[in-house]
């Protein structure tokens, strides 16, 4: 778990840790993380930094490993884990039970600690619930609670809590960080950059071999269509990736890149290191400009989808406009 060590460097990890050895701790937290796939393991890392045997999160002492498991007496998570299920969302049930087990003493140390895993999706009625408890926090209490928005809690909420945000990171620190998980380099590469800042994307993709198909469908697109009739067909290829588009919309970016980054003669700077030869044959047919406007179609198609655009017109337009590009700067 490397790429959870991440987090130690971030300002809002630094700062709780500050406040612990002050020992000025708040009586509740909400850290916002953009990262949906990662945020409960990111929760139980702020929680074994308060039960750490070494004071470090160690993840080897007796209290990290319990709370890894979630099986440590003075620190309770919600919403349970289901051998075989997807984790459930937070229910006014496990609210109610936090309440009353934030006034039993704590088994093992000074503090009870009670972490809400996926907070956005707590419902007003579960909130207002929690609010007493907020207001006034029995002695020894610290809720730590993670959510992608601070905006699904209330205001009435989110006035009682400490804020601390977890940043995107970057490429080459999600690269650097998931080194041990994944063995294939330039698979790690693309979906370290394709992973909008967030370790679990980056996860996601880099043990998705439809990740790959994507790569080898972006080659064939600037390889092969040569023509429009070739457009319908690559149209129908490209459709089937309609529920992860912009994922396959930031691997024909890097593909492109790359074809630029050899053609220019920067061919260090190709991610696809395995794939070098496709890519020169890519880029081939392609004018440096041309290239820059595959890149510049690409982010165009992601900002129709946030906007809703219908899906197969955006990769009809796209695919046209490549191809439109691709001759257009053969004549200049």
């Known amino acids: ?20 050895d002050e020992g000025t701790l708040s009586h509740a937290y909400l850290v916002v993380s953009p990262d949906a796939d990662m945020n409960r393991a990111y929760i139980k890392y702020f929680a074994k930094a308060l039960f750490c045997e070494n004071q470090t999160v160690c993840n080897a002492c007796r209290a990290c490993e319990l709370i890894e498991s979630e099986r440590y007496g003075d620190c309770t998570v919600y919403p349970a884990e289901k051998e075989g299920e997807k984790t459930q969302k937070i ?6 039970d936090l309440v009353r087990q934030s006034y039993l003493k704590p088994v093992e140390g000074a503090r009870r600690v009670f972490v809400l895993a996926g907070a956005e999706n707590l419902t007003e009625q579960a909130q207002n619930k929690l609010l007493k408890t907020l207001e006034e926090p029995p002695q020894g209490v610290v809720i730590l609670m993670i959510a992608t928005s601070e905006y699904a809690m209330l205001s009435t909420v989110r006035s009682r809590v400490k804020k601390l945000e977890l940043p995107y990171f970057t490429p080459e620190q999600i690269t650097e960080a998931l080194r041990d998980e994944v063995e294939d380099e330039d698979r790690l590469r693309l ?6 800042g967030t370790i679990g994307k980056a996860l996601k993709l880099a ?7 994507m790569v080898g469908l972006s080659l064939q697109i600037l390889t092969n269509m040569q023509k429009s009739s070739d457009v319908l067909s690559f149209s129908t290829l490209v459709m089937k990736y309609k529920t992860s588009l912009p994922a396959f919309l930031d691997v024909l970016e890097i593909v492109a890149r790359d074809a630029l980054m050899f053609k220019t003669g920067h061919k260090n700077m190709v991610m696809n290191k395995s794939r070098v030869v496709e890519i ?19 982010g165009e198609a992601k900002q129709s989808l946030k906007y809703n655009a219908n899906t197969q017109m955006v990769v009809d337009t796209l695919l046209f406009g490549i191809l439109e590009g691709k001759y257009q700067w053969r004549k200049s």
């Not at 130690?8 to 630094?14: E, H």
């Not at 979906?191 to 909008?196: H, Y």
């Not at 043990?207 to 198909?213: A, E, G, Q, Y």
């Open 1 to 20: 778990m490397n790429y959870l060590s991440l987090l130690s460097n971030t300002q809002a990890y630094r700062t709780f840790i500050k406040e612990r």
């Open 91 to 96: 229910v006014t049930a496990d609210i109610d």
């Open 191 to 196: 979906a370290a950059v394709s992973a909008g």
């Open 207 to 213: 043990r998705d071999n439809s990740f790959l198909d």
């Open 280 to 298: 020169a044959k890519a880029g081939f047919t392609f004018a440096p400009a041309a290239l820059i406007g595959v890149i510049e179609r690409c």
